[in-house]
């Protein structure tokens, strides 16, 4: 019986916590939550794919061209990373003199959103050396 009391007391205690949590956050003026808005790109004029298309595939984009890359030796192709990194990145900050170039503000925002790790940077920064 003690048991039940205290996993019903835990259950209600969640349940505040994720009522109190919702109303805590800033809403869209529609009530919706807030999207992201990530930066434009840094350079060019146009996206490989559309924006909408990007957004939602990007990732099995990269993924391919990983493939090719490590495993055929193709490099610099339609959805390279170097090419995002040309249109997106920016200096990283804490890198001497600026020389290197990080994705990850751009990359970010939409990531915190998603609550999804980008651990590309562990190896494609000079900062990991």
């Known amino acids: 019986m003690t048991q039940a009391r205290n996993l019903g007391a835990l259950l209600l205690a969640l349940c505040a916590l994720?009522?109190?949590?919702?109303?805590?956050?800033?809403?869209?003026?529609?009530g919706r939550v807030p999207l992201p808005h990530p930066a434009k790109a840094y350079?060019?004029?146009?996206?490989?794919?559309?924006v909408d298309v990007m957004r939602r595939f990007h990732m099995q984009y990269l993924m391919h061209q990983r493939d090719d890359t490590v495993h055929g030796g193709i490099r610099g192709t339609k959805y390279s990373l170097k090419g995002c990194v040309e249109c997106h990145a920016v200096a990283s900050p804490g890198v001497a003199d600026g020389k290197v170039r990080t994705?990850?503000?751009?990359?970010?925002?939409c990531h915190s959103y998603a609550a999804v790790t980008i651990d590309c940077f562990?190896?494609?920064?000079?900062?990991?050396k």
């Open 103 to 109: 994705l990850q503000p751009f990359c970010k925002e």
């Open 43 to 50: 350079a060019g004029q146009q996206c490989v794919e559309p």
């Open 122 to 128: 562990g190896c494609h920064t000079g900062a990991a």
């Open 18 to 30: 994720m009522v109190a949590a919702a109303v805590t956050l800033p809403a869209a003026a529609d």
